[in-house]
């Protein structure tokens, strides 16, 4: 027995080393190597040259062009259709999760799927599908002229758009916990004589509540830099339906780089602070699954 082992281990695949022998010293380096070029060339130095471009003249004029009147609006408007979504999205993937992570039910699946189509369809395509429903010449469009309210080209249906793209984020992080979670402690608490309330806010709530946050910050990060469906909705009308992204676009297209690169900076900057808080909530997530 302990001949066939030995034999079996030592064994040499045809054409080949034997199965003990080590790596190649420069197979690792090399790896290495082209994982930081390829960053460097679609990350790293694009990072840069937007910071450069933004400061190249000084940090006078980069905060004139944060403090001009078309980025004010356009931040402005950025933040107030974030504080719309954001909080529509979180009470919808909470329900949306609660029936999917704690039911079994036909068509279960074919749910979950359609959650994941915002992932699957371009921004631009769903921009499209929206002007296609509530445009002028819409299903909906004469009813929504007769009523004197205007979807398209105005401030409803850039909320539209930003909502339909962010729809997935906070049910797709809630779902896991809650199936990871599961439903002792739940049913325990209803034994105890607690209503359905006091079961989600002092039991279900406290255990996914990393997720949910994690959800939302996500919610948050894609709101504010969307683009393709919300210019497709907005018609980028300077201080009127201009987003922070749809101003970097037009003020390039103006030949107003710096101011461009300014606002990009600040966007940049928001995605930083997501991946921070990111970071933060995978590590107390990953700690409270030691402890438990």
């Not at 079996?8 to 070029?37: D, H, R």
């Not at 979504?85 to 909470?94: D, E, Q, R, S």
């Not at 199936?179 to 607690?194: F, I, S, W």
């Not at 780089?257 to 997530?285: D, H, M, P």
Request: aromatic residues 10%; positive net charge.
């Amino acid at each position: 027995m302990t001949a066939n082992i030995n034999s079996s281990t030592n064994y040499k695949f045809p054409g080949g080393s034997s199965t003990q022998s080590q790596e190649k010293p420069w197979v690792k380096p090399t790896l290495i190597t082209i994982a930081i070029a390829y960053l460097a060339l679609v990350l790293f130095i694009p990072t840069l040259n937007v910071f450069y471009q933004a400061f190249r003249k000084g940090v006078e004029p980069f905060f004139a062009n944060l403090t001009s009147p078309d980025f004010l609006h356009a931040a402005q408007l950025t933040l107030v259709i974030s504080l719309i979504v954001v909080p529509i999205n979180t009470v919808f993937g909470l329900c949306a999760a609660w029936v999917i992570g704690r039911n079994k039910f036909p068509g279960r699946t074919l749910l979950i799927s359609i959650l994941d189509v915002p992932f699957a369809i371009s921004p631009v395509v769903a921009g499209l599908m929206i002007v296609l429903l509530y445009g002028r010449l819409g299903w909906f469009g004469p009813l929504l002229e007769a009523v004197n309210i205007k979807v398209i080209f105005a401030f409803p249906g850039m909320v539209l758009a930003t909502a339909f793209v962010t729809l997935p984020f906070v049910a797709r992080e809630v779902i896991p916990v809650l199936e990871e979670v599961g439903r002792d402690q739940e049913e325990a608490a209803k034994t105890l004589g607690a209503n359905d309330w006091q079961i989600f806010w002092n039991v279900t709530l406290p255990s996914i509540r990393w997720g949910l946050l994690y959800g939302v910050i996500l919610t948050n990060a894609r709101a504010m830099g969307e683009f393709g469906a919300v210019s497709v909705v907005s018609g980028n009308i300077a201080k009127k339906t201009q987003t922070l992204p749809l101003f970097v676009e037009d003020a390039y297209k103006q030949y107003a780089t710096q101011a461009a690169f300014s606002a990009a900076v600040v966007l940049g900057l928001l995605a930083v602070v997501t991946l921070v808080l990111k970071e933060i909530l995978e590590r107390k997530t990953s700690i409270k699954e030691v402890d438990s």
